[in-house]
Structure formats: structure tokens, C-alpha cells
Nanobody
């Protein structure tokens, strides 16, 4: 099994920036698509951004133009650069994939990271 480990969360003021990282625990990790989700206080978990192995990205309307998802295959890491943060971005952020490969073996199951807290204060 591969673990996804998020980092980079923290407390930031409105208008500030953070970069989240999601690193796979195994080398030679590849994915079909990776996603960032978030769950704010009292809210349902929502999709924030996705990236495919080919580099195609999709964003929620609420973060378009402010967030950028990217990946570094050499580091087995997917990033979420978050700029111009707003109070409504406060949430626990999770990375997710449901199809990945390690050592040439493909796995298909829901794989969530443990989450990282982002708090935006005004």
C-alpha cells in the first residue's frame, strides 16, 4: 500500500499564500489522476483541483485563478499552490487518488491522505 502524506498547511492572513504538498510513501509511484479535496467546518468535503498524469488540470470555480495544482514525478509529489487566500478557504485539505502504480503494478482503490489544516484569518 502507498501512503499519501500532506504537508504545508498552517495559519495565514487573508490575501496570503501557502503551498501544500502531497508525497507518496513509495518511490516509482505514478498515478492516473490526483486530486485535492477540502472540508471546511460544518461543510461537506468538496473537490478543489485535479491533475492527470498527462498534466491536464481542472479546478473548482471557487479557486480558479487563485490555486494551481502541479506535480513533480521525480519527487513523487503533487502540489497545491494557493494564492490570494480567503477566509472561506479555511479547511482541512486532503489529497486523493483512486488509481496508481508502483513497480509496474496498478492499484485501484480509494487512497486518502491524512489531511493538513489551512486556516485563513482576517
Amino acid at each position: 500500500q502507498v501512503q499519501l502524506v500532506e504537508s504545508g498547511g498552517g495559519l495565514v492572513q487573508t490575501g496570503g499564500s501557502l503551498r501544500l504538498s502531497c508525497t507518496a510513501s513509495r518511490s516509482s509511484f505514478t498515478f492516473n489522476a490526483m486530486a485535492w479535496y477540502r472540508q471546511g467546518p460544518g461543510k461537506q468535503r468538496e473537490l478543489v483541483a485535479t491533475i492527470t498524469s498527462g498534466g491536464t488540470t481542472v479546478y473548482a470555480d471557487s479557486v480558479k485563478g487563485r490555486f494551481t495544482i502541479s506535480n513533480n514525478n521525480a519527487k513523487n509529489t503533487v502540489y497545491l499552490q494557493m494564492n490570494t487566500l480567503k477566509s472561506e478557504d479555511t479547511a482541512v485539505y486532503y489529497c486523493f487518488t483512486d488509481r496508481w502504480a508502483v513497480g509496474g503494478i496498478t492499484y485501484r482503490s480509494n487512497n486518502w491522505g491524512q489531511g493538513t489544516q489551512v486556516t485563513v484569518s482576517s
